[in-house]
């Protein structure tokens, strides 16, 4: 139900888009998973994305916003870090998250897409 796309290899302060195509209109998440660490929550949409979240590490960075005439979310990551590299995983919740950042509260994942940033 969830397809992500837009990854790729980037220079440090280079910028990607990322994309989450869902089969509905969802709340929406994104969250990254560097090797040996735990999946964190990176941003997230309300359905009508009029309510966005974002961790600190991509406050001012990163930016969330949907189409939902095209059912899809995106992830504008600018200024990218080296401890930005992660694959980035987008989620849907089917109803409205209380605590939108929690993993728990999403119900559809997508595969991932991966994301490298070199020094």
């Known amino acids: 139900q969830l397809q992500a796309s837009g990854g790729g290899l980037v220079q440090a302060g280079g910028s990607l888009r990322l994309s989450c195509t869902a089969s509905?209109?969802?709340?929406v998440g994104w969250f990254r998973q560097a090797p040996g660490e735990e999946r964190d929550f990176v941003a997230a949409i309300s359905r009508y994305g009029l309510r966005t979240y974002y961790a600190d590490s991509g406050k001012g960075r990163f930016t969330i916003s949907r189409d939902n005439a095209k059912n899809t979310v995106y992830l504008q990551m600018d200024s990218l870090k080296p401890e930005d590299t992660a694959v980035y995983y987008c989620?849907?919740?089917?109803?409205?998250?209380?605590?939108?950042?929690?993993?728990?509260?999403?119900?559809?994942w997508g595969q991932g897409t991966q994301v490298t940033v070199s020094s």
């Open positions: 509905g209109r969802y709340f």
């Open positions: 989620a849907a919740a089917g109803g409205d998250p209380r605590r939108p950042s929690s993993r728990t509260e999403y119900d559809y």
